[in-house]
């Protein structure tokens, strides 16, 4: 990643770079230069997205919102998850069972390309908060084989989903898609009208990639700018993605729609796909909630 200012994002010749970076980024630019920047080939966004639903009052009126294959989808976890013999729950948090959490969490890590162990690195703050928090938890014969770590903001009339881990066989059964149901589930018996699936950083194909974007958005939940629910929570960034080759192909980030920063974080976001081959991608899998419009982008090989 090269970092730059507005002068040199807008001035650069950044296909001379395509050997070296994959993404030349401008942090922070201010709103007014957005336009100047989208000329010069890059996408104002939000620097991180937050995922949302309603909880729609009840079951019947929330699964009614989804296209049908979706519908489906979970109604096939389910039964996986019944015909493996699951257990499934939902228990207060406490000490022995973060720390049975963050060790399937960990062996989920190690597994990424990109892993990033942010939960290892909030422990003692997830601990210091633990009346907070429930767990939505799948047992296989008393072992832990997929957790849900979730934070109950009740001042916000929100559910948040914090941190999850499954194990790589439950995830090849869709056992995230069931916990993240049983989620919206509690949600509802608890009076909260709103889940947050949590927080991510705006660049798919990297920490993130692209199906975990597809998967959120197929249980129902709109990716909107963090700022929406915490002006704090991140900040403003125009990305050009020049190549690839530390991405995966396709490369997925959100971008504002509107030049009025204010007006932006409060809009429906628009949907860019990178890839190498625009005749051979599929964009069907990333629709999305809520989205503004979809582009897809070629980026030809140098």
Known sequence: ????????????DWQRYAHDVDVVRVQNPPAHTWPRLREAGFLPKPQVLEWQASTCGSEEAYI???????????RVAYRKAAGSGLDLSTEALTASSLEAFLALYGQQIEQMRHGWAVAVEQRDRILAEADTYFAVVARSQGELVGACLCQDLQSADEIRARFSAVTAEQRAGSLARVLY???????????????????????????????????????????????RADPASGSHQADRIIRLTALSDPALLLSYAADDAEMAVKSALRLNVFTADAAVCDVRPYRGVELADTVLHELKSI
């Open 181 to 227: 149901w049983e989620i919206l589930r509690e949600a509802r018996l608890r009076g909260r009208s709103k889940v947050c699936l949590g927080r991510d950083i705006n660049l798919y194909g990297h920490v993130g990639n692209a199906g975990l974007f597809s998967f959120k958005s197929r249980l129902g939940f709109a990716a909107v700018a963090s700022q």
């Open 64 to 74: 009614a919102t989804l296209p049908r294959k979706d519908r489906y989808d979970i």
């Open 1 to 12: 990643m090269a970092l730059v200012d507005v002068d040199q994002a807008v001035n650069g």
